[in-house]
């Protein structure tokens, strides 16, 4: 995402966070966007620019698969990019 970042320059990049339904609501949204932030981070660290970024935690309330499975928990907890201005 880096490289990509870096070729288009006039993007904005939104990362969101995500979990899976486990725990508590209020410490899957902060998990969530640390989740995100650490994503900012990194990017930021190769050389995009932090202005372009903003990280954002969803907690639990978008999942792409069952929560009731462990696969499916796994494929909840992600981050997402939110690519705008291309």
Same mark, same amino acid.
């Given at each position: 995402m880096a490289d990509t970042a870096g070729k288009y320059t006039a993007a904005r990049i939104r990362v969101d966070g995500h979990t899976d339904s486990r725990g508590k609501r209020d410490m899957n949204l902060q998990?969530? #966007?640390q989740r995100a932030e650490?994503?900012?981070r990194y990017l930021t660290d190769k050389g995009v620019a932090a202005a372009r970024l903003t990280?954002?935690?969803l907690g639990p309330d978008k999942?792409?698969?069952s929560?009731?499975?462990?696969?499916? #928990?796994? #494929?909840?907890r992600r981050t997402q990019f939110k690519v705008q201005g291309l």
């Open positions: 998990l969530s #966007r650490a994503v900012v990280a954002e935690g999942p792409v698969g929560n009731k499975t462990a696969a499916g #928990r796994e #494929r909840n």
